[in-house]
T-cell receptor, first 117, second 115 residues
Framework: AQKITQTQPGMFVQEKEAVTLDCTYD???????LFWYKQPSSGEMIFLIY??????QNATEGRYSLNFQKARKSANLVISASQLGDSAMYFC??????????????FGSGTRLLVRP | SAVISQKPSRDICQRGTSLTIQCQVD?????MFWYRQQPGQSLTLIAT?????????ESGFVIDKFPISRPNLTFSTLTVSNMSPEDSSIYLC????????????FGPGTRLLVL
């Protein structure tokens, strides 16, 4: 069965430094997608970045990059130059299946990031 | 990206009552998803709502408790029936983006407190 594991319940980072949030996954599918979301205290889920299982390059979106290591089944999120507004809960999620999949997502337990001034 | 709105944004309800949550999307989508986030927990999929067919419920969720309507391609409702304090959660609707497999967007959520 598919599973997403985030082993860091909480993380601190100094403003302007980089931080890595860990995510490992388990799936028997060859085709899958990995997502990262940010959830501030307001509760909304903000889509950050996506990595497909067949993508050879690591995904990047502005200050966010995804360190995808397929053999290790890990998809860590790297946030560069942390800002105070990055303080939030971060969720890793996985979608299994190819073009005919249901597109539903399975979420990890989340990591709470606090950026210190 | 899709613009998704939800009503109400929050509510406080008495046990035994029902609440209907609305989700409106600014574009037509074939699939809409309803998730629940219990306090301090991650998101769990309740059901997938497809226009023109019955919703597909995940294990642990039943239609009698969480009836869903999907009258058209831009709108869906989720009802939380016969509520108990354990139903206190954030309820979020979600839709795939234009790049179906590569994005999924969430509404702002409905914060429900059941007393």
């Amino acid at each position: 069965a598919q599973k997403i594991t985030q082993t860091q319940p909480g993380m601190f980072v100094q403003e302007k430094e980089a931080v890595t949030l860990d995510c490992t996954y388990d799936t028997s599918d060859q085709s899958y997608g990995l997502f990262w979301y940010k959830q501030p205290s307001s509760g909304e889920m903000i889509f950050l970045i996506y990595q497909g299982s067949y993508d050879e390059q690591n995904a990047t979106e502005g200050r966010y990059s995804l360190n995808f290591q397929k053999a290790r089944k890990s998809a860590n999120l790297v946030i560069s130059a942390s800002q105070l507004g990055d303080s939030a809960m971060y969720f890793c999620a996985m979608r299994e299946g190819g073009a005919d999949s249901s597109y539903k997502l399975i979420f990890g337990s989340g990591t709470r990031l606090l950026v210190r001034p | 990206s899709a613009v998704i709105s939800q009503k109400p944004s929050r509510d406080i309800c008495q046990r035994g009552t029902s609440l209907t949550i609305q989700c409106q999307v600014d574009s037509q989508v074939t699939m809409m998803f309803w998730y629940r986030q219990q306090p301090g927990q991650s998101l769990t999929l309740i059901a997938t709502a497809n226009q023109g067919s019955e919703a597909t419920y995940e294990s642990g969720f039943v239609i009698d408790k969480f009836p869903i309507s999907r009258p058209n391609l831009t709108f869906s409702t989720l009802t939380v029936s016969n509520m108990s304090p354990e139903d206190s959660s954030i309820y979020l609707c979600s839709v795939p983006g234009l790049a179906l497999q590569e994005t999924q967007y969430f509404g702002p959520g409905t914060r429900l407190l059941v007393l």
